[in-house]
């Protein structure tokens, strides 16, 4: 199980402060296997935190993202969201969510402001994340769609680990002769780097 502790919101935080923040939280939510978290007109202005499991965020039948344990999601739909949410996340196991809402956000900023640096520190990760996927705009096809994957799944190196082409191409949803000559584009254009089951996003 992950633990809350390490959310990247208590950075920089007393350990007795910390565990007053995760007091006062609500308690978290379980999901089974297939269920639904989030949808264009299911959701709420929170953000999520997955404890335990897995889960998948698709958009127009595209895998935009995989979940595990400690990863976030719902970030994008606090303080004056739209009406929609961009995506579906749906579990692939059971799985237990910690959300924090956007009221309890709030008071956690009032009363520890340090919280507020690092709530801003982790939106300007996701907009570097944005400008990477701007490049997007110079790739067509199974290259395009290969590369918004691996934006959506790096860890904060950039790196996506594979275990094989095959499962990658299972992964994407793209078939195993379009992937190679994606990754050959990717490569040739800079925006990746491949060594053996590594891909660098660059």
Request: net charge positive; glycine share 8%; aromatic share 10%.
């Amino acid at each position: 199980m992950y633990d809350i502790r390490k959310l990247f919101l208590f950075n920089g935080l007393a350990e007795g402060d910390r565990d007053c923040i995760i007091s006062t939280l609500t308690e978290c939510k379980g999901f089974a296997k297939g269920e639904t978290i989030y949808s264009a007109d299911a959701f709420q202005n929170a953000m999520g935190i997955f404890l335990t499991g897995k889960a998948e965020a698709t958009s127009e039948n595209v895998v935009k993202k995989n979940f595990i344990e400690g990863d976030i999601f719902g970030v994008g739909s606090m303080f004056g969201a739209g009406e929609k949410y961009i995506s579906e996340i749906v579990t692939k196991t059971d799985c237990l969510v910690q959300f924090i809402t956007e009221e309890q956000l709030k008071k956690i900023f009032e009363k520890y402001p340090i919280t507020s640096v690092n709530y801003i520190t982790f939106l300007s990760g996701r907009i570097r994340y944005l400008n990477q996927k701007i490049k997007l705009y110079t790739c067509k096809g199974a290259a395009a769609k290969l590369y918004m994957y691996l934006c959506n799944n790096a860890d904060e190196n950039n790196v996506v680990k594979i275990n094989n082409m095959t499962s990658l191409a299972r992964l994407t949803s793209i078939g195993r002769t379009s992937l190679y000559r994606a990754v050959d584009e990717l490569s040739e254009r800079g925006l990746i780097e491949r060594k053996n089951q590594i891909i660098k996003v660059m």
